[in-house]
C-alpha cells in the first residue's frame, strides 16, 4: 500500500472523529483541535482499519504531530512480518 493511500485513509478516519471543517492534510493535529481522548479513538480506527496494535512505547501523542507522521508509522507496521 503507498503511503499517500495510507495518509488519505487516516486523514478519513480523522474526520470522521473531529469536528473540524478547516482540516486540511498538512495541519498538525493538535491545531485541529485533537486532544487525547479523540488521538485514542483515532488510533483505534487505525488499528482496526489496518488490523495490528500500536506499540505501547509509541502510544505518545507527542510521536504523531501529523497526518504524514501516522501513516509512515502505519507503513512501516504494515511492513513487519
Do not use: H, W
Not at 11 to 19: D, P, R, S
Not at 68 to 76: G, N, P
Amino acid at each position: 500500500m503507498l503511503i499517500c493511500e495510507i495518509e488519505q485513509k487516516i486523514f478519513e478516519l480523522i474526520k470522521k472523529n473531529i469536528a473540524n471543517e478547516k482540516m486540511d492534510i498538512l495541519a498538525n493535529l493538535t491545531d485541529l483541535g485533537i486532544n487525547s481522548i479523540t488521538f485514542v479513538k483515532i488510533l483505534i480506527a487505525i488499528e482496526n482499519e489496518y488490523d495490528f496494535e500500536f506499540d505501547d512505547d509509541d502510544l505518545n501523542f507527542e510521536n504523531f504531530k501529523t497526518v504524514s507522521t501516522l501513516a509512515k508509522y502505519v507503513e512501516d507496521r504494515l511492513q513487519k512480518p
